[in-house]
């Protein structure tokens, strides 16, 4: 599967745990981005790498949020200290080197359920 | 500042007839728009793109979707719904190099 790949699917987690996702993106594609869904709703921009740089970050993404991309491939999206209004749906996405507008290809997302 | 918004929550439609997805955008510039498509447990699909070029853009499946910039539209259409295009739909443009703009969604619902 060539596609956007991220894991787990879902997670359950106690309230006040952290919680570590991970996408991998196309391998050719240098800009990868995470997004949330809430249920009924859009999508919401979170953070935005281009190769390993941290290039913007949603006002969304509180101090409790933390994304790297270490190496410029894959990528990991931290949550401390999880609360019940982090329960939404992760969604990750990559794109090739900008052309007038990329595509971004999304994974099939990671489904986080905070009781 | 970027922004879209469709038009209609919901939309029902008879299998056979013709679909029509309502999306208005708001710009400061020439935008990118972008439809894309969310099957129930499946990740996002792009449907099609608008990048400055025809403003007729043809995508998957066939759909179809036309830039008016005297309306701010950028409404989907597809001549006869199929059962399969029961889903949920979302306009986008984008804001930046590294930032889609996705409006509420439109569910699609198709009857035999």
């Known amino acids: 599967d060539t596609g956007v790949s991220q894991d787990p699917r879902h997670k359950i987690t106690k309230r006040g745990q952290n919680v570590t996702f991970r996408c991998d993106p196309i391998?050719?594609?240098?800009?990868l981005y995470w997004y949330r869904q809430t249920l009924g709703q859009g999508p919401e921009f979170l953070t935005y790498?281009?190769?390993?740089?941290?290039?913007?970050k949603s006002r969304l993404l509180s101090d409790r949020f933390s994304a790297e991309r270490p190496k410029g491939s894959f990528s990991t999206l931290e949550i401390q200290r999880t609360e019940q209004g982090d329960s939404a749906m992760y969604l990750c996405?990559?794109?090739?080197?900008?052309?007038?507008?990329?595509?971004?290809?999304f994974g099939q997302g990671t489904r986080l359920t905070v009781v | 500042a970027q922004s879209v918004t469709q038009l209609d929550s919901h939309v029902s439609v008879s299998e056979g007839t013709p679909v029509l997805l309502r999306c208005n955008y708001s710009?400061?510039?020439?935008?990118?728009l972008f439809w894309y498509v969310q099957h129930p447990n499946k990740g996002l699909q792009l449907l099609l793109k608008?990048?400055?070029?025809?403003?007729l853009v043809k995508g998957i499946n066939g759909f179809e979707a036309e830039f008016k910039k005297s309306e701010t539209s950028f409404h989907l259409t597809k001549p006869s719904a199929h059962m399969s295009d029961a889903a949920e739909y979302f306009c986008?443009?984008?804001?930046?190099?590294?930032?889609?703009?996705f409006g509420q969604g439109t569910t699609l619902q198709v009857k035999p």
């Open positions: 996405a990559s794109s090739p080197p900008l052309g007038p507008a990329s595509e971004a290809f």
């Open positions: 391998s050719e594609h240098n800009r």
């Open positions: 790498f281009q190769n390993e740089a941290q290039l913007e």
């Open positions: 710009s400061s510039y020439s935008p990118s």
């Open positions: 608008y990048t400055s070029a025809a403003t």
């Open positions: 986008v443009v984008t804001k930046g190099p590294g930032k889609l703009i």
